[in-house]
């Protein structure tokens, strides 16, 4: 059986076979480097390793610059929210007319502060638990 592949108004759904999924291990991202780019290359393998642990994939593209609409749904945020940081400080912005836009690779950048803090918490948390000898 070979993947089934729906091509929705401006989205395409690739679902693959259990059988798929086992080649998927086998990929060999070295002899992949060989066919395409590196940095594509490196992006088709941690595709395939997530495929074949079962996980699913999203790809899209995404411009320069960004409203704060998509911004804050891409950072999971309200608007507001996302204003607030801006008008701290905490994320770079700029004008075009009246209108507030980001550049994407400030979004996702400022995306990964916020996981990395996120994790330091979690990480302190647990420490702490253990610490303390609470389990749960």
Known sequence: MSAV???GVG???LTVTPEQMAQAEAVDPEG???LVPAELARILSTVV???ADGGTVTIGAMPEELTTTSAADLL???RPTLMKLIREGRIPAHK???HTRLGA???LAFKDRKREQQRAA???LRDFEESEGLEY
């Open 5 to 7: 592949v729906d091509r």
């Open 11 to 13: 989205k395409t759904t």
């Open 32 to 34: 992949l480097q060989s």
């Open 49 to 51: 390793q997530i495929v």
């Open 76 to 78: 999971g945020v309200s």
């Open 96 to 98: 075009v007319g009246t």
């Open 105 to 107: 690779s400030d979004v």
């Open 122 to 124: 979690l990480q302190d």
